[in-house]
């Protein structure tokens, strides 16, 4: 069984950072592909960033490109998004997702384990 805790959310102004963290325990990490999905209030969970297995490739979905990173220690276990230049827009909670499929997609059906999530909000 695995499972995923995230930290890291909390009240943040407008153009500033904040570094979400996601722990991972249970099966080798390594078998992972990780991700991070939002959800704001009365929308659809979106796609946020994923990375593949060995951390050197990633994918971003278009509302955070360029502002957010995910980056993964395969030693720790842990995934991690850096997000800058943080809109009001960003407000959402923030879930860490792992998916075993060999060719994933960005719906949330291609991601089998999820974390509980943890609240980001930006403030103007």
């Known amino acids: 069984q695995v499972q995923l805790v995230e930290s890291g959310g909390e009240l943040v102004q407008a153009g500033g950072s904040l570094r979400l963290s996601c722990a991972v325990s249970g099966r080798p990490f390594g078998v992972y592909v990780m991700g991070w999905f939002r959800q704001a209030p009365g929308k659809e969970r979106e796609f946020v960033a994923a990375?593949?297995?060995?951390?050197?490739?990633?994918h971003y979905g278009d509302a955070v490109k360029d502002r957010f990173t995910i980056s993964r220690d395969n030693a720790k276990n842990t995934v991690d998004l850096q997000m800058n230049s943080l809109k009001s827009e960003d407000t959402a909670v923030y879930y860490c997702?792992?998916?075993?499929?060999?060719?994933?997609?960005?719906?949330?059906?291609?991601?089998?384990?999820w974390g509980q999530g943890t609240q980001v909000t930006v403030s103007p």
């Open positions: 990375s593949g297995r060995g951390g050197a490739s990633t």
């Open positions: 997702a792992a998916t075993t499929l060999e060719f994933w997609g960005t719906n949330r059906n291609d991601w089998y384990y």
